[in-house]
Structures are given as C-alpha cells and as structure tokens.
C-alpha cells in the first residue's frame, strides 16, 4: 500500500519527485471514483488532493498513518478541516501559488466584457463586417470594485491599476488603518456602496455563511446596468437564477463565472444561463495555467517530503 496517494492532477515533475522517493500512487482519475479512495490509505502517510475530492472525516479514519493533507491550491471547502484537525492532521494548502493567474483572469475578463469585440471570428471569415455592433468600451478610467480584498484581489488591484483603472474593495476585515489602504485603494463600508461605484465588480472572498449568496437579487440590483460581475472566487458566493435574470433583463452587461454551486456543472445546472447575454463561462480554471500548475505542484511537494522525512517523537 501507497505511502503517498493523489487523486487529482499534479504536474509531471512534481509527481517525480514524490514517485522518486516514496512508493506513490498518482492515479487523477481517483477523484471520480471516490468510494475506492478509503481501501487505498491504509498506509498511506500523504493524502495530495486538488479542490474536487471530498476529505471527509471518514476518509481520514481510513489512513490512521497520514501525516499531511496537501491541497493542490487554496480553498479548502473539500477538506473537513477541523475533522483533521482532531486528528492531528495537517492541511497544507498551496497558498498563493496561483495568485498571478487567477488575477490576470480576471483582468482578461475585464478587458473582454467591457470591451466585447472579440466574439466575432465566424462572422468576419464569413465576409460579415459588424463594426458598429462591436464597438465596446476602454476600460481606463474605470471603476473595478472588488469584494474581499486579500491577496489575489491584491494582485488583480496592481494589474487594474496599470490598466488606468480605479481600484475601490469592500472588505470589512481589512481595518480602515491597514497599510494596504495606502496603495490607493478606495475602501467602501458598505458592499452596497461598492456595488454602486463599480464599472467591475469582481468576487474575491472565501465560501462562508457570510458569504453565501452574498451576491444575491439585492446585490445585483445595488449594481449598475452598465457594469459586469466576474466570479473567480467561490460558486456559492453568487445567487446563479438571479444573475441569469439580471442578464437576460439587461440590468447588468455582463459576467464571467470561474466557479459554480454544483461542479463540474453539469448540463441541468448550467441551462439557467441559456440565453444569457455578454456571458463567459469557464470551468473552474482561473487559478490553472502550466506556471502556477508547477508552482502549486511544487509547494505541495516540498510540504508533503517534509512530513515524510520528519521523525515522530
Ligand atoms: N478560480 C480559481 O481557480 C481560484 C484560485 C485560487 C483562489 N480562488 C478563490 O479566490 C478567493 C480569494 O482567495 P485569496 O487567496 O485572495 O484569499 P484571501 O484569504 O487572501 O482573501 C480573502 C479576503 O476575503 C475577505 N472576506 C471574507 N469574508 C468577507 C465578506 N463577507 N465580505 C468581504 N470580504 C470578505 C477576507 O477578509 C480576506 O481579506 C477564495 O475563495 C479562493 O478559494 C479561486
């Protein structure tokens, strides 16, 4: 039996380098054949998972050996923390690896539903010239309002603002005297306040009961219809119906959702965005590109050799 198991993708060199040293079994198609995951953990001292597969207080039972928990990325909605916890079980997540590329989803979210010029390829092949029907907007000068503002709405903020933009957030657990405010960031006391100046709004907070639905019919309608709400944050945090509705009424011009309440979507869940306009939708991917995919790989390697090699007292 496997001293390390990982059910979810990790990069090639990464793997090595566990595989090198420790009996591993790297299998990324565990994740959707869950119930075989327990059998294989009777030894196992390394757990690796990306964000789908469920570690539950009982999958934890099942490796009375395990030392760490690795997360390959940040959110840790999967994992029954305070179950491994109990157990004296580690969770390592990846953080900030993957920073840079969800920020520069977001701007290139940004620059596209604003701009929306960039959707008319058959059109021109097909000798079809629909200039003025694609004239958008810059978006220097803009407003791009963020909801939460850690670190990646920390780095997006940098990116918006070498673009031109406005930066404002609304994070009531960033005290108005934190020095992150000096950055030029307008900060808002209200999300609905946010809601309201914003060009841009994009979600940059955890799923918590706070969160939850935190952009909700009221919320969208604290919006402006001129503005878009980009999601690279958290499925839930969004009310996925009263978008949809907000865009098909034309209260809001647009929206790019990384993240849903049920994923993967399947196609029952992602028929309430039929005939949205002005909408892109991407399959949790925000956070993956070939550069933080190594980085991630590699901060969870070094984490997982160090729980092996450590000595027990
Ligand atoms: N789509 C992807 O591929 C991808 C990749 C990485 C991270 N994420 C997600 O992005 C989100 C942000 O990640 P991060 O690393 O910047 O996290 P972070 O912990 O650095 O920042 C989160 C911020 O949200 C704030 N916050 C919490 N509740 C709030 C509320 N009710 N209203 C306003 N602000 C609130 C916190 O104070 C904190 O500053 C997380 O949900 C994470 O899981 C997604």
């Given at each position: 039996m496997p001293d390390i198991v990982i059910t979810e993708f990790m990069d090639a060199s990464s793997v090595e380098r566990l595989t090198s040293r420790f009996d591993t079994l790297y299998d990324p198609g565990l994740v959707d054949r869950p119930e075989a995951i327990p059998a294989l953990l009777t030894d196992a001292r390394a757990l690796v998972v990306r964000n789908r597969t469920r570690v539950t207080d009982a999958v934890l039972a099942a490796a009375p050996g395990l030392r760490i928990v690795g997360r390959l990325g940040v959110g840790l909605d999967n994992i029954d923390v305070a179950a491994a916890r109990n157990r004296g079980v580690p969770v390592v997540p990846a953080t900030g690896a993957n920073d840079d590329s969800v920020a520069e989803y977001v701007i290139a979210m940004t620059l596209h539903l604003l701009r929306g010029a960039y959707t008319a390829s058959a059109e021109v092949a097909a000798g079809k010239w629909p200039r003025t029907r694609l004239i958008g907007r810059e978006v220097s000068g803009k407003t791009l309002g963020l909801v939460g503002f850690g670190a990646i709405a920390r780095k997006t903020a940098v990116l918006a603002r070498a673009l031109g933009m406005t930066v404002a957030a609304f994070d009531p657990y960033v005290p108005a005297d934190d020095s992150v405010w000096q950055s030029g960031a307008v900060r808002h006391s209200t999300i609905d306040g946010l809601l309201g100046a914003s060009d841009v709004v994009s979600l940059h907070v955890p799923l918590t009961d706070g969160t939850h639905h935190l952009?909700?019919?009221?919320?969208?309608?604290?919006m402006r219809s001129d503005?878009?709400?980009?999601n690279a944050?958290?499925?839930?945090?969004?009310?996925?119906?009263?978008?949809?509705?907000?865009?098909?009424e034309r209260r809001l011009a647009g929206a790019a959702l990384d993240v849903f309440?049920?994923?993967?979507?399947?196609?029952?869940?992602?028929?309430?965005f039929d005939g949205c306009p002005n909408?892109?939708?991407?399959?949790?991917?925000?956070?993956?590109?070939?550069?933080?995919?190594?980085?991630?790989?590699?901060?969870i390697a070094d984490a997982v050799l160090a729980a092996l090699q450590e000595k027990r007292t």
């Open positions: 952009i909700n019919a009221a919320a969208l309608a604290a503005a878009v709400l980009i944050a958290r499925g839930g945090a969004v009310d996925e119906p009263a978008l949809a509705n907000a865009l098909k309440e049920v994923e993967p979507l399947t196609a029952a869940a992602g028929a309430v909408l892109v939708l991407t399959p949790h991917i925000a956070g993956v590109t070939d550069e933080s995919n190594s980085r991630v790989g590699a901060v």
